[in-house]
C-alpha cells in the first residue's frame, strides 16, 4: 500500500481521490461528496458485522437531505436509491435515475457531509423479455448519470428467464459497480423464496463469472403501506444466506416498512443482510404524516391520514394534496403518486416549513442508523475499504466455484425445470 494517511481528514481526501468512480469524477470534477460503488458500502457493513446501511429511496428531495444530515451525525456510510417505479421513464417521482447523483452531490456539497454514499438504481424491473431490449441501452445511460450500483429484478420472470436476464444484462453494468440481483417475486407471506431456487440463481451467475454484492428473496414482506405486521420471515432469511455463504453474496431487504424494529434488529444481528430499503415511511415523514414503529402511517376513523402536529407540509398545502388525490379517486397506497406533481409546490413552501421536513426524515433516519440498523461509524470502515483496495474498485467477494459447462442456456432451463419453489398471488413491487 502507499503511505500512511493517518488523520481523518486525510484519510477522507486520500478516499476523494481514490474512491470516486469514473463516471462521479467526469460529472463532478470539482465535488467533495464521497460517491462510492454500493460495494464499499456492502463492505463496510460487513466489516462491522450484524449491520445494515439504510437504502433509502428518494421519492423527494427532503428525503435526499434528512438522509444525509441523519448519516453525517451518525458517522454512517449509506445508499440512496430509487426504484423504476419510482424513478424510471415512465416515473411518478421528480428524483429520478437521471437526476438522482446530481441531487445527492449537491446536497452532500451543501451540507458538508463526509460519509461515504452509494447511489442505487433500485428494482430495474424486467416484466417482459422485450424489457431487456430497452434496458440494454437504458443501463448505460443510467450510469452515464451517475448510478453507482443497481438492483436487475427479473424475479417477474420464471426462474431460468432470470438467471438469463442477469447473465445479458450484467455485460452493461461496469465491474467496479455494486450489484443486486432477486429471487422470488415480492408478494408477501404467500410464494416465499425458497433454498432451491436462490441456490439455483446464484451458482448459475457464479459459473458465468458474475458475483452479485446482494440478493433479495421473497422472505415475507410486501412494499408499501402496510395492512398488518406479518413482515419478515428471519429464520427463512438466515437459511437461505447460510445456503449461499460459500458464493460471498449478502441479502439485501427489500419493504421494511411493516416491520417492528425487534425484528429488523434480528435481521440485521441473525443474518448476512447489508442493505435494508426503506421508502413509503420516509415519503409520509417528510409530508408530516404519523407514522408508528413499523413505519406504517396512522389512519383516523375516516380512513384518512393522521398528521403530525407542526411537522411535514403546511396545512393548506396538505389539504390541496388531499384534494388533488380525491379527486382522482386515489386510495391511501395511490398517496404516493403525488411526489411528481407536488414536487416543485413542496420546495415553494417557506424556509422553516422545508427544514422540519427534512428535519422530520433526519430523526427517525438517525433512530433507525444508530438504534435498530447498528450503522453508527460504517463510515471510516467503508473509507479504510477504499484506502486498502487504493481504489473505487474493490473487486468480488467471490471466485468461480461453478463448472461454466453445467450452466448453459439449455442446462440452466432443464435445470430450472426441478426446482422446488412458492406460488404465491402477484404483488407491488413498488418501495
Known amino acids: 500500500m502507499s503511505q500512511i494517511v493517518s488523520s481523518p481528514s486525510q484519510q477522507f481526501d486520500k478516499a476523494l481521490e481514490l474512491g470516486r468512480p469514473p463516471n462521479i469524477h467526469k460529472l463532478f470534477p ?41 448519516a453525517q451525525r451518525a458517522n454512517a456510510a449509506v445508499i440512496i436509491e430509487i426504484a423504476k417505479s419510482e424513478g424510471g421513464a415512465d416515473a411518478y417521482c421528480a428524483v429520478n435515475y437521471w437526476n438522482m447523483a446530481t441531487y445527492v452531490d449537491q446536497a452532500a456539497n451543501e451540507l458538508g457531509v463526509t460519509v461515504p454514499v452509494a447511489v442505487h438504481a433500485d428494482h430495474y424491473t424486467l416484466k417482459k423479455p422485450q424489457d431487456i431490449e430497452t434496458a440494454r441501452t437504458q443501463i448505460p445511460s443510467m450510469f452515464d448519470a451517475g448510478i453507482t450500483s443497481i438492483a436487475i429484478d427479473a424475479s417477474h420472470l420464471p426462474d431460468d428467464e432470470n438467471l438469463l436476464a ?37 451458482q ?35 437459511e ?48 408530516g404524516v404519523k407514522v408508528n414503529e413499523y413505519g406504517n402511517a396512522l389512519l383516523d376513523d375516516q380512513g384518512r391520514f393522521v398528521r403530525e402536529p407542526g411537522a411535514g407540509v403546511t396545512d393548506e398545502l396538505w389539504t390541496e394534496m388531499v384534494a388533488y388525490a380525491d379527486e382522482r379517486g386515489w386510495k391511501k397506497g395511490d398517496y404516493k403518486k403525488l411526489n411528481l406533481p407536488f414536487e416543485n409546490k413542496l420546495w415553494a413552501q417557506p424556509a422553516e416549513i422545508r427544514e422540519r421536513m427534512i428535519r422530520g426524515v433526519e430523526e427517525f433516519v438517525y433512530h433507525l442508523l444508530t438504534q435498530v ?22 473487486g468480488p467477494k467471490a471466485e468461480r466455484r461453478e463448472n461454466p459447462a453445467d450452466w448453459t442456456e439449455e442446462k440452466i432451463r432443464e435445470r430450472a425445470k426441478a426446482l422446488q419453489k412458492e406460488e404465491g398471488p402477484g404483488g407491488d413491487f413498488d418501495d
Open 240 to 287: 437461505i444466506h447460510k445456503a449461499l455463504e460459500p458464493y460471498g453474496v449478502s441479502g439485501a431487504q427489500h419493504g421494511t416498512s411493516g416491520n417492528s424494529f425487534d425484528r429488523l434488529r434480528r435481521i440485521a444481528a441473525e443474518t448476512r443482510t447489508t442493505k435494508a430499503n426503506v421508502a413509503t415511511a420516509l415519503q409520509m415523514i417528510s409530508w
Open 30 to 70: 470539482h465535488s467533495r461528496a464521497l460517491i462510492v460503488s454500493g460495494k464499499v458500502i456492502d463492505r463496510a457493513m460487513l466489516a462491522k458485522g450484524g449491520a445494515m446501511a439504510i437504502a433509502a429511496n428518494a421519492r423527494n428531495r427532503f428525503v435526499i437531505h434528512g438522509v444525509l444530515r441523519a
Open 204 to 238: 448459475g451467475l457464479n459459473a458465468n463469472g458474475v458475483f452479485p454484492d446482494w440478493i433479495a428473496l421473497n422472505n415475507g414482506t410486501t412494499h408499501g403501506i402496510q395492512a398488518s405486521d406479518a413482515g419478515i420471515q428471519v429464520e427463512l432469511t438466515a
Open 373 to 394: 440498523f447498528n450503522t453508527a461509524d460504517t463510515a471510516p470502515l467503508a473509507i479504510e475499504a477504499i484506502l486498502r483496495a487504493e481504489s473505487y474498485d474493490l
Open 166 to 202: 442477469n447473465l445479458d444484462l450484467y455485460r452493461y453494468v461496469p465491474a467496479w459497480a455494486g450489484l443486486e440481483t432477486e429471487v422470488g417475486e415480492i408478494k408477501g407471506a404467500a410464494g416465499l423464496s425458497t433454498v432451491d431456487e436462490a441456490r439455483f440463481l446464484i
